[in-house]
């Protein structure tokens, strides 16, 4: 079963810049990524993904300051995270799904905190 762990989480203050990255332990070239967060307090929300072609979506919050992208030869997916904000705290999850009837693949989440 492919595993992924998340990396590159931290304690930062608003306005910063932050890049998560999610290395698994094998090929990703047929798994969509990615990431989702779960604010204290708050329900597990998708944040953004990309295709196993390189297409992109955003949730609105998020579009226009976090950027994802993937490497299959290093198998890792990423997350850039620019002007960070208080309420993007949270812990961030990457996920890897094959499609189909396949089960959704889950890291254990890397906690991001964004202070005033």
């Known amino acids: 079963q492919l595993q992924l762990v998340e990396s590159g989480g931290g304690l930062v203050q608003a306005g910063v810049s932050l890049r998560l990255s999610c290395t698994a332990s094998?090929?990703?070239?047929?798994?969509?990524m990615g990431w989702s967060r779960q604010a204290p307090g708050k329900q597990r929300e998708p944040l953004a993904s990309?295709?196993?072609?390189?297409?992109?979506d955003y949730v609105d919050t998020v579009r226009g300051r976090f950027t994802i992208s993937r490497d299959n030869a290093k198998n890792t997916a990423y997350l850039q995270m620019n002007s960070l904000k208080p309420e993007d705290t949270g812990v961030y999850y990457c996920?890897?799904?094959?499609?189909?009837?396949?089960?959704?693949?889950w890291g254990r989440g890397t906690q991001v905190t964004v202070s005033p």
């Open positions: 996920t890897a799904d094959a499609g189909g009837t396949a089960l959704v693949r």
């Open positions: 094998g090929s990703i070239n047929m798994y969509a």
């Open positions: 990309i295709t196993r072609g390189g297409g992109k």
